[in-house]
């Protein structure tokens, strides 16, 4: 393989990493924009905007990483839509005003 192809395969890797990378980061935003906006009603407690929401991606990511490895998948004994509302609940419980 010559070197210009294994260039251009590394390029389109970076282009796809960074196009992903935007629609992370908008996801991101709308959710930490929710979640100030919650802040700011009162309906949840103070918090990071931004950081509360990567922590929500993180914690989504985990539930959807674990469905590729069967055994992982088979520990959890629940639907994986279960699980994963669970997680979002857990977060959302932690944010409430009390």
């Known amino acids: 393989m010559s070197v210009s192809i294994r260039r251009a395969r590394a390029d389109d890797v970076d282009f796809l990493v960074e196009l992903v990378t935007q629609v992370w980061k908008r996801a991101l935003l709308v959710l930490a ?3 100030e906006r919650g802040v700011a009603s009162g309906e949840f407690e103070p918090c990071d905007p931004w950081l ?4 929500v991606w993180v914690g989504a990511n985990a539930v959807i990483q674990t469905l590729e490895v069967p055994e992982r998948r088979a520990l959890w004994e629940r639907d ?9 609940e857990l977060f959302l419980r932690g944010l409430a005003k009390r």
């Open 33 to 35: 924009e929710v979640i």
């Open 52 to 55: 509360s929401a990567s922590v």
């Open 80 to 88: 994986v839509p279960l699980v994963f509302h669970e997680a979002v």
